[in-house]
């Protein structure tokens, strides 16, 4: 019997309506969209700006769109993983709840706290699941609604943040075509140069918390920078070399949109040129678990079954790793 892997087999994206432009940022904190535009590559994000709203709200429309692509029913998925540093609560997860809106009645689901790499961590504990032959349907969200842990007083961290998400549909393949290789990472010691320092058990919300803004992101962006930029090239680096992928029989690289030069830099050290590299970091900043689902979902039309993809992402935690993964139908 041949070894099962688990495809890709539909993505969808859902971004909230309201843009936020650099311009709109040089009205509430000291920056400019020429600084932004250099040292990010980003020209606007989403906001979910409606009351009563959360992480749940992205997802559940990209899932429900999902199923629609692939002509299913919710009540036919078999577990939903959702990758999120901003669920709706603390408890129950974001998954309960995007379950629950989209009547996925037959699903048990959870969260993954990865940061931003929640949606590779989450891609590759599904796959688990597929490759045994436990499911059939696995659904994988990568989503935050980073407007909710913002300090829009923080010039140095407000602006390369939004708020978006996507998901996959994973199914058993039978002829190698799916999550083929992960290489994935954690190191605890990275929490002090990026985590959310209040709202946990170590300190619980108080009126003290609340003034001092320690429910927003704290984040040493040079430190985090210069660990982005050596760990997302290494570990893509690790995963391409031991599937013998060079950057000419690469076809994808789909890095999380945190930084453009930390983009562009991991893409020099794999010799991939520019048309090989997946971007949209202008169009919605930094979406935490969301970047990669929503390039899959914007290239989707482009790719071609048997395509050779790499995603890699960093982040908080500090977490890593690259994903090899090989395309499983035409559009
Ligand atoms: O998502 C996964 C985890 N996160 C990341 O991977 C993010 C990694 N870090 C970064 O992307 C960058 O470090 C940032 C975009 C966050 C910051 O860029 P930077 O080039 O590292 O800037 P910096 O913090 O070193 O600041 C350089 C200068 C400073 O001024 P002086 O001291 O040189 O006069 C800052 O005060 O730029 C100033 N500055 C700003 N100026 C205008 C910092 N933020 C801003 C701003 N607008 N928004």
Known sequence: MSKITAAITAVAGYVPETKMTNKDLEKIVDTNDEWILTRTGIKERRILKEPNTGASDIAAPAVLDLCKKRGISPEEIDLLIVGTVTADYNFPSCANIVADKIGAKNAWSFDVNAACSGFIYSLSTGAQFIETGKYKKVVVVGVDKMSSILNYEDRTTCIIFGDGGGAVL???????????????????SGVQHLHQPAGGSVKPASAETVANNEHAVYQEGKQVFKFAVTNMADVSEEVMLRNGLTGDTLDWLVPHQANLRIIDATANRLNLPPEKVM??????????????????????????????IILSAFGGGFTWGAVYLKWAYNS
Not at 172 to 187: A, I, Y
Not at 297 to 307: A, C, H, R, S
């Open 170 to 188: 994973l199914e058993p393949n039978e002829v190698g075509n799916g999550v083929v290789d992960f290489q994935l990472h954690s190191d605890g």
């Open 279 to 308: 971007i949209n970091i202008e169009k919605y900043g930094n979406t935490t678990a969301g970047t990669i689902p929503l390039c899959l979902w914007e290239w989707e039309p482009k790719l071609k079954k048997g395509d050779n």
